[in-house]
């Protein structure tokens, strides 16, 4: 059974940073890209960041570029954001999520559950 598991999020002030993880399980983690997406409260999903199975090419929405990295151990079978620079408009529930392939070209099959980052005062 394929399982996604996030962790790392919760309250941080503006400009403060955050790393999130992602422990993956249940299939051959680098066999596939993975990505990063959010929702933030009341909008719709807004795609944040891919990465292909080797971690050679990564890609970021430009409102993320600068600010957010993306990476994967794929000894520990983990994908990760780190968060920088962080505003008031990045507060919503980032999910992981596997791809049906070793690059992004193709769609996500798997999500997990989210984890919640809410930036503010």
């Known amino acids: 059974e394929v399982q996604l598991v996030e962790s790392g999020g919760g309250l941080v002030q503006p400009g403060g940073s955050l790393r999130l993880s992602c422990a993956a399980s249940?299939?051959?983690?680098?066999?596939?890209?993975m990505s990063w997406v959010r929702q933030a409260p009341g909008k719709g999903l807004e795609w944040v960041s891919s990465?292909?199975?080797?971690?050679?090419?990564?890609y970021y929405a430009d409102s993320m570029k600068g600010r957010f990295t993306i990476s994967r151990d794929n000894t520990k079978n983990t994908l990760y954001l780190q968060m920088n620079s962080l505003k008031s408009d990045d507060t919503a529930v980032y999910y992981c999520?596997?791809?049906?392939?070793?690059?992004?070209?193709?769609?996500?099959?798997?999500w997990g559950k989210g984890a919640l980052v809410t930036v503010s005062t």
């Open positions: 999520t596997k791809h049906y392939s070793k690059t992004r070209a193709h769609g996500m099959d798997y």
């Open positions: 249940g299939f051959t983690f680098d066999d596939y890209a």
């Open positions: 990465i292909t199975w080797n971690g050679v090419a990564t």
